[in-house]
């Protein structure tokens, strides 16, 4: 089907204006899938909030110019599928990770994170990136440890003294 002027503007300004608001990009080839698994796969991204998009890659390239996807306009080649995030960097790994497992036909092109591009085999690093809620809960940990053992250090005394007087009564009864 061939698409007019308008339509094809429309769609890269909306390909445009995801890009913009995303932290990740995965591209990935989808040939073999069947309709069935592709609804499988657009429920699961909807319910991570990851964006599915299938769009020609001179499309693509035109609206990821001037955005930080750019460098991935070598990886847009034969049919595409962009997966965006615009939650976690590591989302849209995840789910085609995930997705993968089970359906061998879906293949991982290129994953983009602020402005880098890796290459298909640097999905499981990706897709291991701790979320947003992990990575303030290991930087809390990280900021308490010192005060903590602070505080341990500072109680040590006063334990030792009072275990101290407790062995001399014990020994004395």
């Not at 991982?108 to 809620?133: C, E, H, W, Y």
Request: proline share 3%; charged share 25%; net charge positive.
């Amino acid at each position: 089907m061939m698409l007019k002027l308008k339509e094809k503007k429309e769609i890269v300004a909306e390909v445009a204006e995801v890009a913009a608001n995303a932290v990740s990009v995965v591209a990935a080839d989808y040939r073999g899938l069947t309709s069935s698994e592709m609804t499988e796969l657009r429920a699961n991204a909807r319910n991570a909030n990851i964006k599915l998009r299938i769009v020609r890659n001179t499309l693509a390239r035109i609206a990821f110019s001037g955005t930080d996807y750019e460098s991935m306009n070598d990886s847009l080649v034969g049919p595409i599928m962009l997966a965006f995030s615009s939650d976690e960097p590591g989302s849209t790994a995840r789910l085609m990770r995930d997705f993968a497992k089970d359906h061998n036909k879906l293949e991982v092109r290129a994953i983009s994170l602020g402005g880098q591009v890796f290459d298909a085999s640097q999905l499981d690093a990706v897709a291991k990136l701790p979320t947003k809620d992990e990575a303030i809960a290991r930087l809390m940990s990280v900021m308490q440890a010192p005060i903590t053992k602070l505080v341990r250090t500072m109680a040590e005394p006063h334990a030792k003294l009072v275990r101290t007087f407790a062995a001399v009564r014990d020994s004395k009864q």
